[in-house]
């Protein structure tokens, strides 16, 4: 993808530069209701005592629920808020459930950021860092731009020598090193790879505990002969994939995951299983063209859709049938293996993977939490592996994934209760981002407008400055 990169570049720079986006992203392009306002006639969602709470007003400054009492509890004249300009909004009956978020997503230009919110993902973390994303994720902040707030995953720290967009090391030294510049840059959490050998792994760990810097593991696995004790403490381990490639050994042995499992518990890291990404390419491989045909190619950034068509994409829609159904086979066993961690009490994160294999940002997350399902978890239990159990990995449990006074304004409206049917939170009635309450017809606007206001040109520039 580097060399691809580079000749993409020299071609395109011969042209003139594409004109400036059509139509900004910022906030006052559509303009939300960002004045605060008081949301009455609502069923909450209770994600962790697994509830709904009825018949419930809620009250939103400054990007902050600051109350939530019952329908009764405030007359048709709101008298308790006579010196407040707040905004009255009947919520006629609908459901509040919280922002979901999701822990694994690869995102290299801004549209990605209006295409995730408008399909609920209030919070992404994203998984292979650039220098840009900082930026992009100091301007949501700001409320400069329009889309999830994010956390920033280090360039992958790995083993290999020339590969696009991570960091080799093969030492101790240099895996120190490559921790501290890391946070120093100002990134939120380390990625580390699978294949990065015992001492590189052993100081990774260790230098994060040092710095308080969090750690993300490709693979829930250690490496060499550390056990996977040592890695207690981290912020995740990503890819039940892995297990099926690590410790078994590419071998469908169910036996063997009694041990496996009981080992990952004990170090009460949360584990991303990423199935959706394996289906995409199931599907890629089995399907082969009808399922491109239904994939929303638009969501997926310019330059990455033409590296991966020529790549990821084209090698599965070349997959062999004895392919494809080692595949549809492999998919079953990692639904199988998300069961028996789920069962085990392990804490799931949703996790889509989303910006790979043309996989779709917001509606990967969705296809996830399906998957979620299929893998035996209730709604409720689904629901919590897109709120409150990244909001605790994350260490920010008590800003979001839960709908509550002096936690952030991050919330879903929907018409009909998302726990009979968790497709309903895919296309939102509305979406309270930080406060800003964006309806429907606002978030088709805002997807609309992200999409149109891609340039080429700067994406070329932020994965080049990231060479």
Known sequence: MKYFIVILLICTASCSAPNSAKVSTKRTQPAALTSGFVLSNVHIVDVEKQIIHRDKTVSVENGVITDITGINDVSNELPRYPKTELTYIDGNGGYLTPGLIDMHVHIYEKASYALTLSHGVTHVRIMNGVAEQLIWREQVNAGDLIGSTSTVSSPIISAYEDAYLQHSVTTAAQAREAVRAYHRQGYDVIKAYGNLNQQALAAIVEEGQKLNMPIAKHGPHASGTMSVS???????????????????????????????????????????????????????SS???????????????????????????????????DMAAHNRKTLNFLISITKKLHQSGVSLLVGSDSGVLLSPHGIATHNEMQLLQQAGLTSYEVLQAATINPAKALNMANEIGTIAPKYRADFIYSK????????????????????????????????????????????????????
Not at 253 to 281: M, R, S
């Open 416 to 467: 009909s209760n998302p726990i009979e049917d968790l497709s309903v939170l895919q296309e939102p009635d509305a979406v309270v981002k930080s406060g800003n309450w964006y309806s429907q017809q606002q978030l088709q606007q805002i997807r609309n407008q992200a999409i149109e206001s891609r340039s080429m040109w700067q994406e070329f520039w932020v994965l080049f400055d990231a060479l």
């Open 230 to 284: 040592a890695l207690t403490g981290l912020q995740s381990f990503e890819h039940v994939e892995d297990i099926y490639q690590g410790p078994l050994n590419h071998q469908f042995d169910a036996d063997q995951l009694p041990e496996i499992i009981a080992e990952l518990k004990a170090t009460e890291v949360a584990i991303t299983p990423t199935l959706n990404i394996f289906q995409q390419l199931t599907k890629l």
């Open 287 to 321: 399907d082969k063209q009808d399922h491109l045909s239904k994939t929303s190619q638009h969501y997926t950034s310019d330059i990455i859709s033409l590296e991966t068509k020529n790549n990821q994409v084209k090698r599965w829609l070349n997959a062999s049938d």
